[in-house]
Nanobody, 118 residues
Framework: VQLQASGGGLVQPGGSLRLSCVAS????????MGWYRQAPGKQRELVAI???????NYADSVKGRFTIFRDNGKNAVYLQMNSLKPEDTAVYLC?????????????WGQGTLVTVSS
């Protein structure tokens, strides 16, 4: 399974961005998909996840500003980010749990850089 993320870039504080991540491969079904981020000098942290049952969970720091949603037909997950703050600056990584045969495997995308700055 390969994860291809896109949509990062430079945005001013208060602006918006939408990140996209598409899973490709063969003979798999996606369970949980989500986004993590890692800022320079900091640990990787969960931003938002969406389970196969469409339940979602968000980091407290992004609640009310970010929305995660999925297109299961496309094996895609999106992160709509509004009211961006400089502290949201980080590399955002797509994550997926895929069922392959009888095994659940974890996959990571290559990361996309989000920079929030005036």
């Amino acid at each position: 399974v390969q994860l291809q993320a896109s949509g990062g870039g430079l945005v001013q504080p208060g602006g918006s961005l939408r990140l996209s991540c598409v899973a490709s491969g063969s003979a798999f079904s996606i369970s949980t998909m989500g986004w993590y981020r890692q800022a320079p000098g900091k640990q990787r942290e969960l931003v938002a996840i969406s389970t196969s049952g469409q339940s979602t969970n968000y980091a407290d720091s992004v609640k009310g500003r970010f929305t995660i949603f999925r297109d299961n037909g496309k094996n895609a997950v999106y992160l709509q980010m509004n009211s961006l703050k400089p502290e949201d600056t980080a590399v955002y990584l797509c994550h997926a749990v895929a069922l392959e045969g009888f095994r659940l495997n974890n996959y990571w995308g290559q990361g996309t850089l989000v920079t929030v700055s005036s």
